[in-house]
Nanobody, 124 residues
Framework: QVQLVESGGGSVQAGGSLRLSCAVSEYTYRTTWVGWFRQAPGKEREAVANINRATGNTLYRDSVKGRFTISRDNAKNTVYLQMNALKLEDTGAYYC?????????????????WGQGTQVTVSS
């Protein structure tokens, strides 16, 4: 069974930085794509970024472009999300998820495996 474990969440002031990590239990065709999602209270889960672990190709939602960077270290089976210039609206539970391929990258239903989430709170 594929397992994903997030870490690195916390509380930070607006303008600050955090780096999230997602440890993936295996590097196989089932986990080719790893994405980060977030969910604020009362809101739907939304895609933040996505990376192809084989090619390194990345995708981002518009609101985080230039501030967030997704990367991977395949030797460590870990995917990172570096978040800079954090804003209040970045607050939420952040989840990493994995899929083998196919489907719109930003749609949660296309991902087969999910972590338990880590909380990010940005304050003024």
């Amino acid at each position: 069974q594929v397992q994903l474990v997030e870490s690195g969440g916390g509380s930070v002031q607006a303008g600050g930085s955090l780096r999230l990590s997602c440890a993936v239990s295996e590097y196989t065709y089932r986990t080719t794509w790893v994405g980060w999602f977030r969910q604020a209270p009362g809101k739907e889960r939304e895609a933040v970024a996505n990376i192809n672990r084989a090619t390194g190709n990345t995708l981002y939602r518009d609101s985080v472009k230039g501030r967030f960077t997704i990367s991977r270290d395949n030797a460590k089976n870990t995917v990172y999300l570096q978040m800079n210039a954090l804003k209040l609206e970045d607050t939420g539970a952040y989840y990493c998820a994995a899929k083998g391929g196919g489907g719109i990258w930003s749609s949660p239903i296309n991902y087969d495996y999910w972590g338990q989430g880590t909380q990010v709170t940005v304050s003024s």
